[in-house]
């Protein structure tokens, strides 16, 4: 933009101030305010999502590594299991069973997902899962 047309457009917004500044304060107050509302949701948001997170993380637990099979059996060698189990780097273990199963005889089918997993150690692990004393359902 050259020096004469920034000339005009400062005229402009000039004399629109001048002849209504009224209207001109407040439409730019409510401008002002409608970025400000739009920030404030932004911020609202992303506070929202992360203690969402942060919940979810809590129940599910955090494991530090996830030991999955190799054989198409599906299975983890139980003698891995105990030399990981007896390693003084390894704080805990909770072993998780995980499988799909179908539901049903008929073109209805249903596949359900199935997760079995050791209540006394994955309670260590998502301490969120446990019962409180005194809590209500």
Known sequence: ?????????WWLIRAQFHSRRTATALSMLAIALGVALGYAIHLIND???????QAMKSVQGEPDAVITPQDSAGRVPLALINEL???EAVALIAPVIETRV???????ELTVRLI?????SAGLLMPDLLPRQGASI
């Open 85 to 87: 189990a007896q390693d």
């Open 1 to 9: 933009m050259n020096s004469s047309a920034w000339r005009l457009s």
């Open 116 to 120: 079995g997993l050791d209540v006394f």
């Open 102 to 108: 179908r539901i049903g005889h008929t073109s209805g």
């Open 47 to 53: 506070a929202a999502l992360a203690d969402f997170s």
